[in-house]
């Protein structure tokens, strides 16, 4: 973590440094040590910092998403120190990047399991940014796959953000998502539970 405060102006140190964190906090131990060493604050940090970079945004995003992965506090956190709305313009300015989405798109499906950040996400417009992700990777099944569990958390039990999913046309991509990645299960299951908080059961159960 004391890289990353040191050099945070620098994006090829924070590139690297953040690819590092990444491969190591696979570790689970290393996980629990990233996180009390105050990764999180550091990770959303230098996505902040360098958004516009696709080369950190992606690393960052990956080492986050591992320290974020079933971690609850970590999720409160993020929610803390402002991390869905540097993850909304990451993922806005990078849309068209596979690597960048599929990796950022990750966090807000993990962070998003926690009610106060899924209320976040509808204010900072992460429905409608998700979106854009998943129609600008259609034929991306590792993008689709986590732009559709991103996509399921943030709607859960979430009026408003369902609302949002509507009015952008959600069904439509969520649909195509399911249609052009038949067969493939981790975007069948996450695709068809997003559906089912805006869908009638016996409605998607027919198509």
């Known amino acids: 973590m004391k890289l990353l405060d040191l050099h945070t102006d620098h994006a090829t140190v924070m590139e690297r440094a953040c690819g590092a964190l990444g491969n190591i906090t696979v570790n689970p131990n290393n996980r629990v040590r990233c ?19 696709p080369g950190v945004a ?13 971690n609850r506090p970590n999720h409160t956190e993020c929610g803390k120190c402002g991390a869905v709305g540097v993850l909304v313009e990451v993922i806005r300015l990078h849309r068209h990047h596979a690597g960048v989405a599929q990796e950022a798109c990750g966090v807000l499906w993990s962070i998003a399991a926690d009610s106060k950040v899924r209320n976040m996400c509808g204010v900072e417009g ?9 129609r600008a990777n259609r034929q991306d099944k590792r993008v ?13 039990n979430n009026k408003a953000n369902q609302k949002k ?28 539970r997003a559906l089912r908080t805006v869908v009638p059961a016996e409605i998607l159960n027919q198509a």
């Not at 992460?126 to 998943?134: G, Q």
């Not at 689709?144 to 859960?156: D, K, Q, S, Y």
């Not at 952008?168 to 299960?185: I, P, Q, R």
């Open 58 to 70: 992606q690393r960052a995003s990956r080492a986050l998403l591992n320290i974020t992965t079933n």
């Open 35 to 53: 996180s009390q060493a105050g990764g999180v604050k550091a990770l959303v940090a230098v996505l902040s910092k360098h958004k516009a970079h």
């Open 126 to 134: 992460a429905v409608e940014v998700v979106l854009e992700a998943l």
């Open 165 to 192: 999913l509507l009015a952008a046309d959600g069904v439509e991509e969520l649909s195509e998502a399911l249609y052009l990645h038949e067969g493939v299960k981790g975007v069948e299951t996450n695709a068809t």
């Open 144 to 156: 689709a796959e986590r732009t559709c569990g991103a996509l399921g958390n943030i709607l859960a």
